[in-house]
């Protein structure tokens, strides 16, 4: 599956499928808060947290992916990746939203 951020794919020509979404939400682990909160501190990146939106990012795009491919799409273009942090009574969720045009390549 052909995935760009690009609105078409340079020499070919696509018909327009629809578009399509995917979404992630994951909760904060207190463990995870407290190392980076340490890593805040003292500097430097939070290995942690990189690795739970790169988890969520990966998540909402294969569900994108298999919501275009369930169209008979087999590329999504204008990709566009949003992060968003929701404070909720029980802690903190990390939302990472995918959103592109499925559409069909020859």
């Known amino acids: 599956m052909l995935i760009a951020t690009t609105d078409t794919v340079q020499g070919r020509e696509s018909e327009i499928i629809g578009v399509v979404a995917g979404e992630a939400i994951l909760g904060v682990n207190v463990f995870r808060d407290f190392f980076a ?3 805040d501190f003292i500097g430097g990146r939070s290995g942690s947290y990189q690795k739970a939106l790169r988890e969520a ?3 909402a795009m294969a ?3 298999a919501e ?3 169209l008979g799409g087999n590329a999504v273009i204008g990709v566009d990746i949003d992060y968003e942090a929701i404070d ?3 802690g903190a969720m ?3 939203s995918c959103n592109g045009t499925a559409v069909r390549l020859p």
């Open 37 to 39: 909160g340490i890593r």
């Open 57 to 59: 990012r990966d998540h």
């Open 63 to 65: 569900d994108m992916v």
């Open 68 to 70: 275009a491919e369930a």
């Open 88 to 90: 909720t009574q029980k």
């Open 94 to 96: 990390l939302l990472v």
